[in-house]
């Protein structure tokens, strides 16, 4: 089946530095990708969607200044926690749609991050 | 609007016996229903889907789950768990007539196994 490739798997960072997370669909052109993140012991909630080649949509609540989106091709999309504090420290995880339905749509393995 | 319930956070059963992860739905529009699971360290995988087609939806690993739209349901079960099944499940609804983007989760269900 299709495959999302989520990198790094952890990542451990300052507080104030940034930090970029890919997400690559692998053997198929996702148009669309979202962003997840998951607190702890709750669910996953979306952040924002992104369409290739244009900016992404944000969900109400996240900040759009904060949390970067960049999908600038088919297969890749990255999203970059700028300045981040501990309160960033979250699970995200990303996935990518193959087709206009959330029928094919595929997850990547998650990124844990923890800002110290 | 939709959303998603699962009624129980954490369920653990003995190796060899049935497993029911209950899920309850609302949502304003003919709903599609997706079951995922997530291994540690592991991204979500798909286990089954429902999309308007048949009520029982066969899924991979021996899992199934029965849409009832009078009761709002979508639960998942395995007639015998496995060690392998212990993961977090998670019950999933889009809204089918809508945009497609809307993807609404459930808050999981820790699923442990004992020997």
């Known amino acids: 089946g299709a495959v999302v490739s989520q990198h790094p798997s952890r990542v451990i960072c300052k507080s104030g530095t940034s930090v970029k997370i890919e997400c690559r669909s692998l053997d198929f052109q996702a148009t669309t990708m979202f962003w997840y993140r998951q607190f702890p012991k709750q669910s996953l909630m979306l952040m924002a969607t992104s369409n290739e080649g244009s900016k992404a949509t944000y969900e109400q609540g996240v900040e759009k200044d904060k949390f970067l989106i960049n999908h600038a091709s088919l297969t890749l999309s990255t999203l970059t926690v700028t300045s981040a504090h501990p309160e960033d420290s979250s699970f995200y995880i990303c996935?990518?749609?193959?087709?206009?339905?959330?029928?094919?749509?595929?997850f990547g393995s998650g990124t844990q991050l923890s800002v110290l | 609007a939709q959303s998603v319930t699962q009624l129980d956070s954490h369920v653990s059963v003995s190796e060899g016996t049935p497993v029911l992860l209950r899920c309850n739905y609302s949502?304003?529009?003919?709903?599609?229903l997706f079951w995922y699971v997530q291994h540690p360290n592991k991204g979500l995988q798909l286990l089954l889907k429902?999309?308007?087609?048949?009520?029982l939806v066969k899924g991979i690993n021996g899992f199934e789950a029965e849409f009832k739209k009078s009761e709002t349901s979508f639960h998942l079960t395995k007639p015998s768990a496995h060690m392998s099944d212990a993961a977090e499940y998670f019950c999933?609804?889009?809204?089918?007539?809508?945009?497609?983007?809307?993807?609404?989760f459930g808050g999981g269900t820790r699923l442990m196994v004992k020997p």
């Open positions: 429902y999309t308007s087609a048949a009520t």
């Open positions: 996935s990518a749609r193959a087709g206009v339905t959330n029928e094919k749509l595929f």
């Open positions: 949502s304003s529009y003919s709903p599609s």
């Open positions: 999933v609804v889009s809204d089918r007539d809508n945009a497609g983007n809307m993807l609404t």
